[in-house]
């Protein structure tokens, strides 16, 4: 029942339907039993008195009857699809609302393939599942009790055969599904096995050219072991139960004849006893595929079950980390201090400890250091992206967590290194940085992010559309089109996270120019390990181990024997290597 109010709180709206559905299921199990139970009046009269006329009559209701039923019934399944649609789009709509409202850390975490599959996956699934799984609960409940009414009103005979059979497979069932983990245990190794697959595929080309085996693919290879083994397991676990099931249901229109030769010398006539064995041959099939029903019943069931899990922990997560917004809606200035902040990634190592920083509003500061040292970390809690551990962080003297959230998004531009456009125009893609701005102002910012050899290219300019008709943009290109929706948005606070990192000799130039117009009179944090392009900033800031270990001016710093002097030694070497 935990699981069928879940559903339902996903499509409130289509609740009737649900309910409609599992009534007209209930309707229509006990009206699959009619027809039934007209042929055995009709079975009894042929080998009886043979009354033409009402044998015809007893025809005719099993047709019709037959017919109610199956009108019931697909009564009832176009009423559970029509929740299950609902419930599927709901499903959909709850992940991107959660998406859209999803902590950074989430994004940092999760990749958009991953997450994309887990949404559309689990909510067409479930829709799968659910568009039958309620109505064959009831159907589930029901066949096996009306199987056993009519058994019992056809004869007591028939009756304890039936009640023999379902004991019978009861047992088989206990043993089939002795292990409860069995289902969950499938489910992991096929998830494993559908994503890495689809990393396989992606990854053909490598395989191709580098001629690969699918050994190197070492984790698909490992989860096509995996599940091969599951499955190993679970089939042997379930044969010899299911084979013993099969051989009772099949064999159940058998064991009809000893049946009737005990009950031959009770009844008056003979014509009795073959009508019995008549109908128990077109009866007995029921009870196998009662018992299908179930069985298919449990296996859905789980698989929902599973499909929820899955939705609701990755909503879970996408609420984890979760910067705290107050109800702020100016800076007074753009000063930003970090006060004894310490700071870790989920239940890891500190990556800042008890650190404490001052950056002056207006300035341009470089933030160097080898990988993991805590540059992006820091360029990520001053975004808002994730809140801090313990300590203050302060932009204006006022705690970032003390905010609007849309204070914090007006007032700080972020520039990743590997910038993300959507598939639309590319003056939509800069418009998005600020939605108001008129066509002037986005054409104007292109111009500024020095995109006009980029525009020249196409027939249609700033209206093309980015990846259709063959139109990609290099990497180069991508953050010049990042940047003009930056200097679009004019944010007081820029970041720029290795921004020039996509950038080649034949754009270089073109890129200094980009971002020299976008830090105009702005506080602006850069991270950079080209150490070419930080040689104007105000302040550059060493960063070692969580802690800044140095912070001056390019002449300052390379006047000293420093860690900064020793970087960029290393960097101009780096420079001057060459294939001979």
């Known amino acids: 029942m935990g ?71 697909i009564a009832a399944l176009m009423c559970s699809h029509l929740f299950a649609f609902r419930l599927e789009t709901n499903m959909k709509k709850k992940g991107l609302n959660a998406l859209l409202d999803g902590s950074f850390s989430f994004f940092d975490m999760n990749s958009s393939g991953k997450t994309r599959k887990i949404i559309d996956d689990n909510s067409g699934n479930t829709h799968t599942i659910v568009a039958h799984i309620l109505p064959d609960s009831v159907n589930a409940v029901l066949f096996p009790i009306c199987l056993l009414v009519l058994s019992f009103m056809v004869s007591k005979y028939v009756g304890i055969l039936i009640v ?11 043993f089939m599904y002795s292990d409860s983990d069995m289902m969950k245990e499938y489910m992991g190794a096929l998830d494993d096995i559908n ?6 595929v992606r990854g053909i080309q490598v395989i191709k050219i580098f001629n690969m085996v699918v050994e190197s693919f070492e984790r698909l290879y490992k989860s096509i072991i995996r599940y091969s083994e599951v499955v ?41 006893t073959i009508s019995l064995v008549v109908f128990f041959a077109a009866f007995s099939g029921l009870l196998m595929s009662a018992f299908m029903k179930v069985m298919f019943f449990s296996k859905n069931f789980e698989m929902a079950n599973d499909a929820i899990s899955k939705l609701e922990s990755l909503f879970d997560q996408m609420d984890k980390n979760k910067l705290a917004h107050g109800d702020v809606a100016e800076m007074a200035s753009h000063d930003i201090e970090f006060a004894g902040v310490t700071f870790r990634y989920e239940e890891g190592v500190d990556v800042l400890t008890d650190f404490s920083l ?4 207006g300035k341009k500061y470089a933030l160097v250091g080898s990988s993991g040292s805590g540059k992006s970390t820091i360029a990520k809690l001053i975004s808002g992206f994730y809140p801090v551990s313990s300590g203050e962080l302060k932009i204006g003297g006022v705690d970032i967590s003390k905010y609007k959230r849309e204070t914090l998004e007006h007032e700080i531009a972020f520039v990743f290194q590997n910038a993300k456009l959507f598939k639309t125009s590319i003056y939509e893609n800069v418009k998005i940085g600020r939605p108001d701005a008129s066509r002037e102002e986005v054409v104007k910012a292109l111009d500024l992010a020095m995109c006009g050899s980029i525009l020249d290219k196409f027939e249609t300019r700033e209206d093309t559309i980015i990846g259709a008709k063959g139109v990609h943009l290099s990497g180069g290109e991508t953050q010049r089109i990042a940047i003009a929706r930056a200097i679009l948005k004019d944010a007081p606070i820029i970041i720029l996270d290795e921004a020039s990192a996509a950038s ?57 024997d420093s860690k900064y002097k020793n970087l960029q030694n290393l960097y101009n070497q780096a420079n001057e290597w060459r294939l001979s």
């Open 195 to 200: 994503s890495e697959t689809v990393e396989y």
């Open 358 to 361: 001052r950056l002056e509003s």
């Open 3 to 73: 699981v069928f109010k879940k559903l339902f709180s996903y499509a409130e709206d289509r609740k009737g339907c649900m309910v409609a559905a599992m009534l007209l299921s209930a309707v229509a199990t006990i009206l699959s039993f009619v027809p039934y139970y007209f042929l055995w009046k009709m079975l009894h009269e042929i080998t009886g008195d043979a009354d033409y006329s009402r044998i015809s009559k007893l025809s005719y209701l099993i047709f019709g009857t037959t017919i109610i039923y199956m009108f019931t019934y």
């Open 232 to 272: 190993n397991k679970e089939c042997q676990m379930c044969r010899r139960p299911y084979v013993i099931f099969q051989v009772c249901m099949l064999s159940l229109s058998a064991l009809i004849v000893p049946v009737a030769y005990i009950a031959m010398p009770k009844s008056p006539q003979a014509s009795e």
């Open 504 to 560: 080649d000799p034949e754009n270089e130039y073109e890129m200094q120019q980009a971002f020299s117009k976008l830090m105009e009179g702005k506080t602006v944090i850069m991270i950079a390990h080209r150490l070419s392009s930080i040689r104007n900033v105000d302040e550059i800031l060493v960063v070692e181990d969580g802690k800044v270990t140095e912070r001056g001016s390019h002449d300052e710093l390379i006047a000293k």
């Open 164 to 174: 023999a059979a379902v004991i019978a497979a009861s047992i088989c069932f206990k």
